[in-house]
């Protein structure tokens, strides 16, 4: 028979002894609230543009709310949809070159709706192993057969494929979060024409900062568009809102609309974000240059701090990964960062594929030379021992 805890207030007592194995391996995780205008230069998160607190962009957030309430009143399908979600589907799509779009309440939910309406039992999903943890998550939910291949690999793709006789889907982000290193899609491209499978293709951190205009990593590639390929993308970085979105065929939408839980289910994005997004979108598309100036910036990160000994990924879009020697070592990293006055991202285990931990930076547009100097100084300063050439 199986034994249970006499006292009610020890049905988590498991959890001390997880509490204890995430201190000692340097993996605790705590939220940090921070304060309306913070002190500190921020390289740590996903503003790519810096229009999250543009006028515009706030403007677009009050004049929605305004007009549209606070919330979208129910799931897409009943009332949660307005003709301002349908205007930010339709520039979404043209902008970035498809024949339609689909918008949801995150990026997450959005990988979750692709992945699941896109496959099922008979399907086998093709998936880098570099890819998001809301792919993983997706191939999961998909109770479709999952082969997870070496990352950024066009050849073992193409076995995994051809080893199938069904339907088939490759997955893969365009810009991966955790070296910010760019997709193969070319190569995934070809392998996905010759098996006759499907491309899914994560452009959240391709969107504002590659392609024409920030067009994204797909219409870089010349796939925005083709019959075959479906994007996903986040509203909550380059656009500097909250969201996310499906763009693809009209069919693949359609389908979605009418399979896909995460949206068929959940409540429709509020109109605050809808409308931030769509003033931010416009802001872009009259600015391209904002697209240019993040990958610039993150090239002078890159070699600022590889000529000081540090070892980073060289970045493909405005993601720059320098490696630590160790989770501890990382925490202290970005904590002597922090009290030097700059915000920088951790990444450690389980959020890195290879167990290497690493500091994390996001090459925003509006940082300036003085900041990117200030930046890449507290960093060089704050490196701990081994962080050298580790």
């Not at 799931?75 to 949801?104: I, K, N, Q, Y």
């Amino acid at each position: 028979m199986p034994q249970h805890p006499a006292d009610p207030a020890d049905v988590f007592a498991w959890i001390d002894a997880a509490e204890s194995v995430r201190e000692r391996a340097g993996l605790v995780r705590t939220l940090r609230p921070r304060p309306p205008v913070s002190p500190l230069l921020d390289l740590a998160s996903n503003d790519y543009l810096g229009l999250s607190r543009h006028p515009e962009t706030v403007r677009g957030a009050r004049e929605a709310a305004e007009c549209w309430g606070a919330g979208a009143t129910g799931s897409r399908l009943v009332t949660g949809t307005t003709e301002l979600h349908a205007e930010l589907e339709r520039e979404l799509a043209a902008f970035c070159g498809f024949e339609a779009a689909l918008v949801l309440s995150s990026g997450y939910a959005a990988n979750l709706a692709a992945v699941t309406a896109l496959s099922d039992r008979g399907t086998l999903v093709v998936s880098d192993a570099g890819n998001h943890a809301s792919i993983v998550d997706g191939c999961r939910l998909s109770r479709a057969a999952t082969a997870v291949v070496p990352h950024s690999d066009p050849d073992a793709a193409r076995k995994a494929l051809a080893a199938h006789e069904g339907r088939t889907l490759l997955v893969s982000d365009s810009v991966f979060s955790v070296d910010g290193d760019a997709a193969p899609l070319a190569g995934y491209d070809a392998v996905c024409r010759e098996e006759g499978a499907a491309l899914l293709v994560d452009d959240a951190h391709g969107l504002g900062v590659l392609g024409e205009g920030g067009r994204g990593a797909l219409h870089a590639a010349g796939l925005a568009g083709a019959p075959h390929v479906v994007a996903t993308l986040t509203l909550s970085k380059s656009l500097g809102s909250q969201g996310g979105a499906v763009l693809g065929p009209a069919k693949v939408i359609r389908h979605l609309v009418n399979t896909a839980r995460t949206f068929i289910f959940d409540t429709g994005l509020a109109p605050a974000a809808a409308g931030a997004a769509l003033a931010s979108l416009r802001l872009l598309r009259r600015e391209p240059e904002r697209a240019d100036r993040a990958r610039e910036v993150a090239g002078r990160l890159y070699g600022r701090l590889t000529a000081s000994g540090l070892t980073a990924a060289r970045p493909d879009a405005a993601v720059v990964s320098v490696r630590a020697p160790s989770a501890s070592a990382a925490l202290r990293w970005a904590a002597d960062c922090r009290e030097a006055g700059l915000s920088v991202g951790c990444f450690r285990p389980p959020s890195v594929p290879d167990g290497i931990s690493r500091l994390r930076l996001t090459a925003r547009a509006d940082l300036t030379g003085d900041e990117i100097d200030r930046a890449v100084t507290t960093i060089v300063r704050a490196a701990p021992a081994g962080a050298v050439d580790c």
